[in-house]
């Protein structure tokens, strides 16, 4: 299994190193923008996924391949990485083999678990969602798993905030139409204040979702949205990073890895692989003609998505 991905641009973490804990999309929510497409089977039972040692020797190999150590290593992907009964592993094993610091982007679901928030305090940074606090508003937007709430998840997020000794942000994805009233950001500032997150950061649609048609919101619409929360916030915007990685030889294989994690565009393919946009554009055409990718259009951008094994 390759448990390794990129260095892609993120928008929050620079260069970033994905590890995936999942060969498929595993997780506890069916949120309606998610980019890895529709949750089979919303699950929020912990099982065995990986060998931690595997993933720390192919973390390593990667490394050594790179003329510049990323940013980050992040784990994310396929899957929710608290649904990982080995996620502590995974994070004391990188540990061993480099000094890049380990990023944890989780839904926050499972944080009600002591055992979930043990392991995460070996991460240098963890990032937890919250997009909506009304019930009514997280199953419309995160279509949770049956036995979750939006009242657990937020009791979850706060014995995490009171208990955890590490850095921390909070990450909020809004929908326009969904969970960018007033009410709601109202409601997100007050549970936010009693969070005390290092910073929040406040994303919307970006990529195509799991549901089509969603809109994202403005510029303009997500700095009104920051300001109504009225607690520190990054904007998404541009990847915070412009550090320089170079990657091997380009093959249908490594733009497949990409866009099997979310879907890209030609030009994101380029920054992350360092070619040039139209060798990505003509990777991506071959992999739609032979039924590997589909092209689908959201803001006048061009995102190419992962078709097989779906
Ligand atoms: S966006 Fe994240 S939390 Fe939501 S369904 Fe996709 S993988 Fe799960």
Request: glycine fraction near 8%.
């Amino acid at each position: 299994m390759g448990f390794v991905f990129g260095p892609v641009p993120s928008r929050r973490l620079g260069a970033s190193l994905g590890v995936d804990l999942f060969p498929e999309k595993i997780c506890s929510l069916n949120c309606v923008y998610c980019q890895l497409g529709p949750t089979p089977d919303p699950t929020t039972t912990r099982r065995s996924t990986v060998d931690p040692s595997a993933v720390a020797a192919e973390v390593r190999d990667r490394l050594a391949e790179l003329d510049r150590p990323p940013d980050f290593l992040t784990l994310s992907g396929s899957g929710e990485p608290t649904l990982s009964l080995e996620l502590g592993e995974v994070i004391a094993g990188l540990g061993d083999v480099t000094d890049v610091p380990v990023a944890v982007l989780t839904n926050g679901t499972l944080l009600s678990e002591a055992a979930v928030r043990a392991e995460l305090t070996r991460a240098d940074l963890v990032v937890p969602s919250l997009d909506a606090v009304s019930d009514e508003k997280f199953r419309q937007v995160n279509r949770p798993h049956g036995s979750l709430t939006a009242a657990g998840h937020v009791q979850g997020l706060e014995k995490f905030a009171a208990t955890h000794p590490g850095r921390w942000w909070l990450e909020i994805l809004l929908v326009a139409g969904l969970n960018d009233s007033p009410d709601e950001l109202d409601r997100l500032a007050a549970v936010i204040r009693g969070l005390r997150p290092e910073k929040v950061h406040l994303n919307t649609v970006v990529r195509p979702g799991a549901v089509k048609g969603l809109r994202g919101l403005s510029d303009d619409e997500l700095t009104a949205a920051a300001d109504r929360l009225d607690y520190p916030c990054d904007l998404a915007g541009r990847p915070a990073s412009d550090k320089k990685i170079h990657r091997g030889s380009v093959d249908p294989a490594e733009l497949l890895a990409m866009i099997k994690r979310r879907p890209v565009t030609a030009a994101d393919a380029a920054q992350s692989l360092r070619i040039e946009p139209e060798v990505a554009l003509q990777g991506f055409q071959v992999l739609v003609a032979e039924g590997r990718a589909v092209a689908e259009t959201l803001d006048l951008e061009t995102y190419y998505r992962f078709v097989n094994g779906r």
